[in-house]
């Protein structure tokens, strides 16, 4: 999303100034001067100059109050283009993660011959798309009524656990090693989860029902995540999405002075964010 350049603070009482200093430095020439020049120059001169810095007041003034104006406009702007945006990243982790879990599990179903594992698998999809299409109205409405329906608590660590056995519900087959972090901002909490989330709902799209393992620690300062998958699954064809989830969340990680790094490694894919957290130094 292109950002709007910041307004310009222009003033065009300032070359009249300027040149009203030329002409009050030429009017000094004339003293000394004798006859009637010398008495009419002066009065004009500065009769002039004194218009002149009326003027020039009143011109600073309303330039002023029309950059006060276009400032409001621009931060206005900015605060719209800034809630899009975030809007724009909720509405990712939503279709990304909970859609595509549940398309994992209805294709993962086309395998199974068990009609009691088929029954489990609709009902892991029902159970999801519930889920999602509950979170997406909740959504809609915060839109509509902003001041009625409160938006939903922010992701914390709590959460992991439960982000982590959806997947698992879903289809993949998912692991969580979280060491010990200590404390850490609300922030930072909110941008692991995402990391998390973001890194399984690649691993649906890319590897199908495969083994991932998704691992939380402190590095010092930083509290580092890392999603990694072993590679496809025997068969799995790989549903690549737009790309705007792993660009929002680079933002959203660089936005906390952090790194983002997706890479293939040995046949799989890790994600790796590394975050640093003011509330821990050491």
């Avoid at 001067?33 to 009419?40: E, N």
């Avoid at 549940?102 to 294709?107: D, L, P, S």
Wanted: hydrophobic share 45%; net charge positive.
């Amino acid at each position: 999303m292109r950002e709007l350049p910041r307004p310009a603070w222009r003033n065009r009482a300032v070359p009249l100034i300027a040149l009203v200093a030329v002409v009050l430095m030429l009017a000094m020439c004339t003293v000394g001067v004798q006859g009637p020049v010398a008495r009419f120059v002066p009065v004009v001169i500065g009769g002039g100059a004194a218009a002149a810095a009326v003027w020039a007041v009143r011109r600073w003034r309303s330039d002023r109050a029309a950059y006060e104006r276009r400032l409001t406009e621009w931060a206005a702007t900015e605060a719209v283009l800034a809630e899009r945006l975030r809007i724009a990243r909720d509405l990712h982790d939503l279709v990304s993660h909970g859609l595509g879990l549940i398309t994992v599990r209805a294709a993962a179903t086309r395998h199974l011959e068990q009609s009691a594992q088929i029954r489990s698998a609709l009902g892991d999809i029902e159970e999801t798309s519930r889920d999602a299409t509950a979170e997406l109205r909740r959504m809609l409405t915060v839109l509509r009524e902003p001041e009625v329906v409160p938006r939903a608590p922010a992701d914390s660590l709590a959460t992991l656990p439960e982000i982590v056995r959806a997947a698992g519900t879903a289809g993949l087959r998912p692991s969580l090693a979280a060491g010990e972090l200590g404390e850490v901002s609300p922030g930072v909490q909110v941008a692991i989860c995402r990391t998390v989330r973001e890194g399984l709902a690649n691993v649906a799209r890319h590897a199908g029902p495969a083994q991932v393992a998704v691992r939380v620690r402190r590095d010092g300062r930083h509290v580092v995540v890392t999603v990694a998958d072993g590679g496809p699954a025997q068969g799995w064809r790989p549903v690549p999405g737009a790309g705007h989830g792993l660009a929002g969340l680079r933002e959203r990680v660089g936005s906390l002075d952090g790194s983002l790094v997706a890479e293939p490694v040995d046949g799989g894919f890790h994600l790796t964010a590394r975050i640093p957290d003011g509330v821990r130094t050491g």
